[in-house]
Protein backbone atom coordinates (compact mmCIF):
# COMPACT_ATOMS: atom_id res chain seq x y z
CA UNK A 1 0.00 0.00 0.00
CA UNK A 2 2.91 2.17 0.38
CA UNK A 3 3.08 1.98 -2.85
CA UNK A 4 0.35 3.55 -3.72
CA UNK A 5 1.10 7.02 -1.99
CA UNK A 6 4.35 7.59 -3.01
CA UNK A 7 4.10 7.89 -7.10
CA UNK A 8 2.47 12.15 -7.34
CA UNK A 9 -1.02 12.22 -9.26
CA UNK A 10 -0.75 12.59 -12.88
CA UNK A 11 2.80 10.68 -13.36
CA UNK A 12 2.18 7.50 -16.39
CA UNK A 13 4.48 4.80 -16.38
CA UNK A 14 5.43 3.39 -20.07
CA UNK A 15 5.55 -0.40 -20.91
CA UNK A 16 7.19 -1.42 -24.14
CA UNK A 17 6.71 -4.88 -25.59
CA UNK A 18 7.65 -5.23 -29.44
CA UNK A 19 11.19 -5.78 -30.59
CA UNK A 20 12.42 -4.84 -33.79
CA UNK A 21 11.89 -8.41 -35.70
CA UNK A 22 8.58 -9.05 -34.23
CA UNK A 23 5.49 -10.24 -37.01
CA UNK A 24 3.74 -7.29 -36.00
CA UNK A 25 4.10 -4.57 -33.22
CA UNK A 26 2.53 -4.30 -30.05
CA UNK A 27 1.75 -0.65 -28.82
CA UNK A 28 3.36 0.53 -25.96
CA UNK A 29 0.78 0.96 -23.02
CA UNK A 30 1.05 3.70 -20.59
CA UNK A 31 -0.99 3.99 -17.80
CA UNK A 32 -2.02 6.09 -14.53
CA UNK A 33 0.79 5.39 -12.23
CA UNK A 34 -0.94 6.27 -8.70
CA UNK A 35 -4.27 5.00 -9.55
CA UNK A 36 -2.63 1.33 -11.02
CA UNK A 37 -0.79 1.27 -7.76
CA UNK A 38 -3.47 1.55 -5.34
CA UNK A 39 -5.65 -1.06 -7.33
CA UNK A 40 -3.17 -3.68 -8.03
CA UNK A 41 -2.49 -3.17 -4.14
CA UNK A 42 -5.97 -3.95 -3.27
CA UNK A 43 -6.17 -7.23 -5.30
CA UNK A 44 -2.72 -7.91 -3.34
CA UNK A 45 -4.76 -7.44 -0.12
CA UNK A 46 -7.92 -9.13 -1.14
CA UNK A 47 -5.42 -11.88 -2.03
CA UNK A 48 -3.88 -12.20 1.25
CA UNK A 49 -7.45 -12.11 2.76
CA UNK A 50 -8.70 -15.26 1.00
CA UNK A 51 -5.42 -16.86 1.81
CA UNK A 52 -6.05 -16.10 5.70
CA UNK A 53 -9.56 -17.12 5.66
CA UNK A 54 -8.67 -20.18 3.38
CA UNK A 55 -5.92 -20.78 6.39
CA UNK A 56 -8.79 -20.77 8.97
CA UNK A 57 -11.32 -22.94 7.90
CA UNK A 58 -8.15 -24.95 6.80
CA UNK A 59 -9.13 -25.28 3.05
CA UNK A 60 -6.17 -25.76 0.74
CA UNK A 61 -6.47 -23.25 -2.17
CA UNK A 62 -3.39 -24.71 -4.57
CA UNK A 63 -0.47 -22.33 -5.78
CA UNK A 64 -2.53 -20.08 -7.79
CA UNK A 65 -3.26 -17.71 -5.14
CA UNK A 66 0.25 -17.32 -4.21
CA UNK A 67 1.58 -16.70 -7.50
CA UNK A 68 -1.38 -13.86 -8.62
CA UNK A 69 -0.09 -12.56 -5.60
CA UNK A 70 3.74 -12.24 -6.62
CA UNK A 71 2.60 -11.24 -9.76
CA UNK A 72 0.51 -8.16 -8.65
CA UNK A 73 2.95 -6.96 -6.30
CA UNK A 74 5.46 -7.24 -8.68
CA UNK A 75 3.77 -5.38 -11.29
CA UNK A 76 2.49 -2.54 -8.94
CA UNK A 77 6.12 -1.81 -7.72
CA UNK A 78 7.65 -2.07 -11.34
CA UNK A 79 4.48 0.45 -12.24
CA UNK A 80 6.07 2.91 -9.19
CA UNK A 81 9.75 2.43 -9.89
CA UNK A 82 9.29 3.64 -13.48
CA UNK A 83 7.04 6.01 -12.66
CA UNK A 84 7.67 8.64 -14.89
CA UNK A 85 10.85 7.54 -16.50
CA UNK A 86 12.11 8.83 -20.14
CA UNK A 87 12.84 5.42 -20.68
CA UNK A 88 9.78 3.01 -20.92
CA UNK A 89 10.28 -0.32 -18.99
CA UNK A 90 11.04 -3.26 -21.50
CA UNK A 91 9.17 -5.70 -20.81
CA UNK A 92 10.46 -8.01 -23.33
CA UNK A 93 13.93 -7.46 -22.59
CA UNK A 94 13.59 -7.86 -18.78
CA UNK A 95 12.00 -11.34 -19.40
CA UNK A 96 14.33 -13.01 -21.59
CA UNK A 97 17.20 -11.07 -19.70
CA UNK A 98 16.01 -13.03 -16.74
CA UNK A 99 15.72 -16.24 -18.54
CA UNK A 100 18.95 -15.71 -19.21
CA UNK A 101 20.69 -15.08 -15.94
CA UNK A 102 18.78 -18.33 -14.42
CA UNK A 103 20.41 -20.34 -16.79
CA UNK A 104 23.33 -20.84 -14.03
CA UNK A 105 20.77 -21.07 -11.48
CA UNK A 106 18.82 -24.09 -13.42
CA UNK A 107 22.05 -26.07 -13.76
CA UNK A 108 23.09 -25.36 -10.17
CA UNK A 109 19.97 -26.78 -8.63
CA UNK A 110 19.62 -29.86 -11.27
CA UNK A 111 22.91 -30.89 -9.72
CA UNK A 112 21.86 -30.31 -6.33
CA UNK A 113 18.68 -32.89 -6.84
CA UNK A 114 20.52 -35.36 -8.84
CA UNK A 115 22.77 -36.14 -5.98
CA UNK A 116 19.99 -35.42 -3.54
CA UNK A 117 17.65 -38.10 -4.51
CA UNK A 118 19.78 -40.24 -4.61
CA UNK A 119 21.30 -39.43 -1.09
CA UNK A 120 24.24 -37.06 -1.10
CA UNK A 121 23.90 -33.35 0.04
CA UNK A 122 26.00 -31.28 -2.72
CA UNK A 123 26.87 -28.27 -0.99
CA UNK A 124 29.92 -28.21 -3.44
CA UNK A 125 27.49 -26.67 -6.45
CA UNK A 126 29.64 -23.16 -6.18
CA UNK A 127 32.77 -24.66 -6.37
CA UNK A 128 31.91 -26.86 -9.39
CA UNK A 129 30.09 -23.58 -11.42
CA UNK A 130 33.00 -21.80 -10.92
CA UNK A 131 35.21 -25.16 -11.85
CA UNK A 132 33.32 -25.08 -14.71
CA UNK A 133 33.93 -21.25 -15.59
CA UNK A 134 37.27 -21.82 -15.15
CA UNK A 135 37.64 -24.79 -17.67
CA UNK A 136 35.27 -23.39 -20.12
CA UNK A 137 37.24 -20.22 -20.23
CA UNK A 138 40.60 -21.66 -20.77
CA UNK A 139 39.07 -24.49 -23.38
CA UNK A 140 37.55 -21.77 -25.56
CA UNK A 141 40.54 -19.00 -25.66
CA UNK A 142 43.14 -22.29 -26.39
CA UNK A 143 40.72 -23.71 -29.66
CA UNK A 144 39.11 -20.29 -30.28
CA UNK A 145 36.07 -22.32 -30.11
CA UNK A 146 33.47 -21.21 -28.05
CA UNK A 147 31.61 -24.51 -28.14
CA UNK A 148 34.49 -26.82 -26.73
CA UNK A 149 34.41 -24.54 -24.30
CA UNK A 150 30.75 -25.64 -23.42
CA UNK A 151 32.08 -29.48 -24.14
CA UNK A 152 35.09 -28.94 -21.85
CA UNK A 153 33.23 -27.39 -18.65
CA UNK A 154 31.20 -30.60 -17.75
CA UNK A 155 35.01 -32.47 -16.94
CA UNK A 156 35.46 -29.62 -14.47
CA UNK A 157 32.29 -30.30 -12.37
CA UNK A 158 32.95 -34.08 -12.52
CA UNK A 159 36.76 -33.86 -11.49
CA UNK A 160 34.95 -31.59 -8.16
CA UNK A 161 32.65 -34.53 -8.29
CA UNK A 162 35.02 -37.04 -7.87
CA UNK A 163 36.42 -35.80 -4.76
CA UNK A 164 32.47 -35.63 -3.40
CA UNK A 165 32.65 -38.89 -4.12
CA UNK A 166 35.64 -40.00 -2.77
CA UNK A 167 34.95 -38.12 0.87
CA UNK A 168 31.39 -38.69 1.27
CA UNK A 169 30.62 -42.42 0.07
CA UNK A 170 34.50 -43.78 0.37
CA UNK A 171 35.60 -42.34 3.62
CA UNK A 172 32.23 -41.43 4.80
CA UNK A 173 32.95 -37.52 5.42
CA UNK A 174 30.35 -35.47 6.61
CA UNK A 175 29.16 -33.83 3.55
CA UNK A 176 28.26 -30.77 4.25
CA UNK A 177 32.05 -30.25 5.38
CA UNK A 178 33.25 -32.11 2.44
CA UNK A 179 30.78 -29.97 0.26
CA UNK A 180 32.15 -26.59 2.09
CA UNK A 181 35.79 -27.69 1.68
CA UNK A 182 35.23 -28.33 -1.86
CA UNK A 183 34.23 -24.97 -2.63
CA UNK A 184 37.21 -23.39 -0.51
CA UNK A 185 39.51 -25.63 -2.26
CA UNK A 186 38.33 -24.58 -6.03
CA UNK A 187 38.28 -20.80 -5.18
CA UNK A 188 42.01 -21.73 -3.95
CA UNK A 189 42.99 -23.60 -6.78
CA UNK A 190 41.29 -21.23 -9.37
CA UNK A 191 42.79 -18.19 -7.99
CA UNK A 192 46.38 -19.27 -7.89
CA UNK A 193 45.85 -20.49 -11.56
CA UNK A 194 44.23 -17.19 -12.82
CA UNK A 195 47.11 -14.75 -10.36
CA UNK A 196 49.98 -16.95 -12.20
CA UNK A 197 48.91 -18.08 -15.15
CA UNK A 198 45.47 -16.68 -17.25
CA UNK A 199 46.60 -12.94 -15.90
CA UNK A 200 49.93 -13.09 -16.99
CA UNK A 201 49.39 -14.34 -20.01
CA UNK A 202 45.70 -13.33 -20.79
CA UNK A 203 45.51 -13.39 -24.66
CA UNK A 204 46.43 -17.08 -24.73
CA UNK A 205 44.80 -18.04 -21.55
CA UNK A 206 41.87 -16.17 -20.81
CA UNK A 207 40.36 -14.82 -23.65
CA UNK A 208 37.21 -16.85 -24.69
CA UNK A 209 35.15 -15.91 -27.87
CA UNK A 210 31.00 -16.04 -26.74
CA UNK A 211 28.55 -17.92 -27.56
CA UNK A 212 26.35 -16.72 -30.69
CA UNK A 213 22.52 -15.52 -29.88
CA UNK A 214 20.84 -18.30 -32.12
CA UNK A 215 17.36 -16.94 -33.07
CA UNK A 216 15.33 -19.73 -34.21
CA UNK A 217 13.11 -19.20 -37.40
CA UNK A 218 9.78 -18.48 -36.98
CA UNK A 219 9.25 -18.85 -33.74
CA UNK A 220 11.86 -16.43 -32.58
CA UNK A 221 9.73 -13.72 -34.33
CA UNK A 222 6.51 -14.47 -32.17
CA UNK A 223 5.72 -11.04 -30.05
CA UNK A 224 7.30 -11.39 -26.20
CA UNK A 225 7.46 -15.29 -26.51
CA UNK A 226 9.57 -15.30 -29.49
CA UNK A 227 12.50 -12.70 -27.91
CA UNK A 228 12.27 -14.25 -24.28
CA UNK A 229 12.34 -17.99 -25.45
CA UNK A 230 13.87 -18.62 -28.91
CA UNK A 231 16.68 -15.79 -29.19
CA UNK A 232 18.71 -17.14 -26.33
CA UNK A 233 22.46 -18.77 -26.46
CA UNK A 234 23.01 -22.78 -27.14
CA UNK A 235 23.36 -23.29 -23.16
CA UNK A 236 19.98 -21.99 -22.88
CA UNK A 237 18.88 -24.29 -25.54
CA UNK A 238 20.55 -27.33 -23.61
CA UNK A 239 19.19 -26.30 -20.49
CA UNK A 240 15.31 -26.73 -21.50
CA UNK A 241 16.72 -30.29 -22.62
CA UNK A 242 18.18 -31.43 -19.78
CA UNK A 243 15.16 -29.99 -17.60
CA UNK A 244 12.50 -32.01 -19.56
CA UNK A 245 14.82 -34.94 -19.86
CA UNK A 246 15.39 -35.39 -15.91
CA UNK A 247 11.85 -34.31 -15.43
CA UNK A 248 10.46 -37.20 -17.45
CA UNK A 249 13.09 -39.43 -16.68
CA UNK A 250 13.09 -38.83 -12.52
CA UNK A 251 9.38 -39.42 -12.11
CA UNK A 252 8.49 -41.69 -15.10
CA UNK A 253 11.20 -43.81 -15.24
CA UNK A 254 12.83 -47.05 -13.93
CA UNK A 255 15.99 -45.50 -13.51
CA UNK A 256 14.26 -42.15 -11.94
CA UNK A 257 13.09 -44.87 -9.87
CA UNK A 258 15.86 -46.54 -8.39
CA UNK A 259 17.29 -42.92 -7.85
CA UNK A 260 14.49 -41.88 -5.90
CA UNK A 261 14.67 -45.76 -3.44
CA UNK A 262 18.32 -44.70 -2.87
CA UNK A 263 17.94 -41.52 -1.76
CA UNK A 264 14.79 -42.58 0.30
CA UNK A 265 15.48 -46.09 1.60
CA UNK A 266 18.45 -47.23 0.82
CA UNK A 267 18.70 -50.58 2.67
CA UNK A 268 15.07 -51.92 0.76
CA UNK A 269 17.16 -50.83 -2.24
CA UNK A 270 19.70 -53.12 -1.38
CA UNK A 271 17.60 -55.46 -0.10
CA UNK A 272 15.60 -56.04 -3.91
CA UNK A 273 19.09 -55.68 -5.45
CA UNK A 274 20.06 -52.03 -5.93
CA UNK A 275 23.34 -51.18 -5.91
CA UNK A 276 23.48 -47.92 -3.54
CA UNK A 277 26.68 -47.23 -3.14
CA UNK A 278 26.79 -47.37 -6.74
CA UNK A 279 23.91 -45.43 -8.09
CA UNK A 280 24.97 -42.60 -6.08
CA UNK A 281 28.42 -42.32 -7.43
CA UNK A 282 26.88 -42.21 -10.81
CA UNK A 283 24.18 -39.55 -9.75
CA UNK A 284 26.90 -37.66 -7.90
CA UNK A 285 28.97 -37.41 -11.32
CA UNK A 286 26.01 -36.82 -13.61
CA UNK A 287 25.43 -34.11 -10.97
CA UNK A 288 28.81 -32.48 -11.21
CA UNK A 289 28.95 -32.35 -14.77
CA UNK A 290 25.81 -30.63 -15.00
CA UNK A 291 26.74 -27.96 -12.71
CA UNK A 292 30.06 -27.65 -14.20
CA UNK A 293 27.84 -26.87 -17.99
CA UNK A 294 26.24 -24.40 -15.94
CA UNK A 295 29.25 -23.01 -15.05
CA UNK A 296 30.39 -22.12 -18.61
CA UNK A 297 27.35 -19.42 -18.58
CA UNK A 298 29.80 -17.20 -16.61
CA UNK A 299 32.85 -16.98 -19.46
CA UNK A 300 31.51 -18.42 -22.53
CA UNK A 301 27.77 -17.64 -22.68
CA UNK A 302 28.23 -14.09 -20.80
CA UNK A 303 31.54 -13.41 -22.68
CA UNK A 304 33.68 -12.68 -20.29
CA UNK A 305 36.98 -13.40 -19.22
CA UNK A 306 37.93 -15.63 -16.17
CA UNK A 307 38.30 -14.16 -13.13
CA UNK A 308 38.42 -14.88 -9.18
CA UNK A 309 35.16 -16.03 -7.44
CA UNK A 310 33.09 -14.48 -10.35
CA UNK A 311 30.32 -17.35 -9.52
CA UNK A 312 29.38 -14.75 -6.76
CA UNK A 313 27.66 -16.93 -4.34
CA UNK A 314 25.60 -18.55 -7.41
CA UNK A 315 25.60 -21.97 -5.99
CA UNK A 316 23.99 -20.91 -2.85
CA UNK A 317 21.00 -19.51 -4.92
CA UNK A 318 20.93 -22.43 -6.89
CA UNK A 319 20.34 -24.78 -3.54
CA UNK A 320 18.00 -22.65 -2.54
CA UNK A 321 15.99 -22.78 -6.06
CA UNK A 322 16.46 -26.75 -5.16
CA UNK A 323 14.64 -26.33 -1.87
CA UNK A 324 11.86 -23.87 -3.38
CA UNK A 325 11.45 -26.53 -6.24
CA UNK A 326 10.80 -28.93 -3.92
CA UNK A 327 13.63 -31.08 -5.50
CA UNK A 328 12.20 -31.57 -9.12
CA UNK A 329 13.63 -30.13 -12.23
CA UNK A 330 10.16 -27.85 -13.38
CA UNK A 331 10.19 -26.61 -9.82
CA UNK A 332 13.99 -25.70 -9.51
CA UNK A 333 13.11 -24.04 -13.39
CA UNK A 334 10.45 -21.81 -12.17
CA UNK A 335 11.90 -20.93 -8.70
CA UNK A 336 15.59 -20.02 -10.71
CA UNK A 337 13.20 -17.96 -13.05
CA UNK A 338 12.54 -16.53 -9.86
CA UNK A 339 15.76 -15.20 -8.85
CA UNK A 340 16.77 -14.31 -12.18
CA UNK A 341 13.91 -12.43 -12.43
CA UNK A 342 15.11 -10.12 -9.26
CA UNK A 343 19.20 -10.51 -10.59
CA UNK A 344 17.87 -8.74 -13.99
CA UNK A 345 15.47 -6.12 -12.27
CA UNK A 346 18.30 -4.48 -10.69
CA UNK A 347 19.81 -4.24 -13.61
CA UNK A 348 16.79 -2.82 -16.35
CA UNK A 349 15.93 -0.59 -13.18
CA UNK A 350 19.59 0.59 -13.32
CA UNK A 351 19.50 1.53 -16.58
CA UNK A 352 16.35 3.66 -16.61
CA UNK A 353 17.47 5.20 -13.29
CA UNK A 354 14.63 4.85 -10.22
CA UNK A 355 14.08 6.44 -6.77
CA UNK A 356 15.36 3.01 -5.16
CA UNK A 357 19.40 3.25 -4.09
CA UNK A 358 21.60 1.11 -5.81
CA UNK A 359 22.69 -0.54 -2.61
CA UNK A 360 19.34 -1.95 -1.50
CA UNK A 361 18.98 -2.90 -5.84
CA UNK A 362 22.06 -4.71 -5.07
CA UNK A 363 20.62 -7.03 -2.26
CA UNK A 364 17.23 -7.88 -4.12
CA UNK A 365 18.66 -11.52 -5.50
CA UNK A 366 19.82 -12.87 -1.85
CA UNK A 367 16.88 -10.89 -0.06
CA UNK A 368 14.43 -12.76 -2.51
CA UNK A 369 16.44 -15.75 -2.05
CA UNK A 370 15.80 -15.79 2.05
CA UNK A 371 12.34 -14.62 1.78
CA UNK A 372 11.67 -17.72 -0.52
CA UNK A 373 13.03 -20.19 1.53
CA UNK A 374 12.44 -19.14 4.62
CA UNK A 375 8.53 -18.99 3.84
CA UNK A 376 8.93 -23.34 3.10
CA UNK A 377 9.93 -24.41 6.06
CA UNK A 378 8.36 -27.38 7.73
CA UNK A 379 6.83 -27.03 4.42
CA UNK A 380 8.72 -29.03 2.34
CA UNK A 381 10.64 -32.38 2.99
CA UNK A 382 14.02 -33.80 1.59
CA UNK A 383 14.53 -37.22 0.64
CA UNK A 384 14.82 -38.95 4.16
CA UNK A 385 18.20 -40.68 3.83
CA UNK A 386 20.32 -37.41 2.11
CA UNK A 387 23.33 -36.84 4.45
CA UNK A 388 23.48 -40.71 5.54
CA UNK A 389 26.05 -42.57 5.07
CA UNK A 390 25.35 -46.02 3.35
CA UNK A 391 26.90 -49.30 4.64
CA UNK A 392 25.85 -52.36 3.62
Same mark, same amino acid.
Given at each position: MLFGLLPASGKTTTFTFSTGTDFFAIDPVAVRSKTTVIALTLVALA?????????????????? #????????????????? *????????? *??????GSLFLATPLVFGS??????????????????? #???? =?????????????? !??? #? *????? =?????????????ITYRVDQIIVGVVLNVLVVGVTSYLFSTVLKVN???????????? +????????????????????? +???? @? !????????? @????SRWGLRMRSVGEHPMAADTVGIKVNRTRVRNTLLGGAVAGLGGAFF????? #???????? %??? %?????????? %???SPKGALAAALLFGFSDNLQVVLGVIGTPIPSQIMLMTPYAVTIFAVAGLVGRVRAPAAEGIPYVK
Open positions: CAIVSFLATRIRHHVGPW #LPVLFGLVEVFAFLTWA *VADKVNPLP *VTGLLALSGLLCEHSGIINIAIEGQ #LLAG =AFMAAVAATLTQNA !YLG #L *VAAPI =AGIVVGLLLVLFSAATWNSPPRLPV +LSIPVLSKIPIIGPVLFQQTA +LVYV @M !YVVVAVLQF @MLFRTVAAG #LAFGKEMT %GGK %GFIALAAMIL %GRW
